[in-house]
């Protein structure tokens, strides 16, 4: 699989986003971006390998994680923090879906 290579990786990246002080934010949204949408296309290429469609809640996660990419370069401040923290957050949950649906038969 493309993707199981690039998450140990991603989650390391976002344990740093998930730490970094509201400052260093805005620096870090370029990097972040190439990293995410990088482990996005290895879960697509991973998912047309199996044959596998994502499920209404994976096309949602997977919309919200692409929408919170666009977004973010725009944000700063408050803003910024909050949005990221969230964004964290769902990419986390998307990177526990895949694994998930890597294993099933």
């Known amino acids: 699989m493309r993707a199981d290579s690039l ?3 991603m989650r390391a990246h976002l344990d740093s986003m998930a730490r970094i002080p509201p400052a260093s934010m805005a620096g870090m949204v370029g990097i972040h971006d190439a990293l995410t949408s990088r482990m ?3 879960m697509g290429a991973d998912m047309a390998m199996m044959g596998m469609m994502g499920d209404a809640v994976w096309v949602a996660l ?3 994680v692409k929408r919170d990419l666009a977004d973010l ?3 700063s401040g408050q803003a ?3 949005r990221l923290r969230s964004h ?3 990419t986390r949950r998307l990177l526990t879906m895949h694994e998930g649906m890597m294993r099933s038969p």
């Open 88 to 90: 964290v957050s769902r």
């Open 73 to 75: 370069p725009a944000l």
């Open 80 to 82: 910024l923090t909050t």
């Open 62 to 64: 997977t919309d919200s």
């Open 40 to 42: 996005l296309d290895a």
């Open 7 to 9: 998450i140990p990786v």
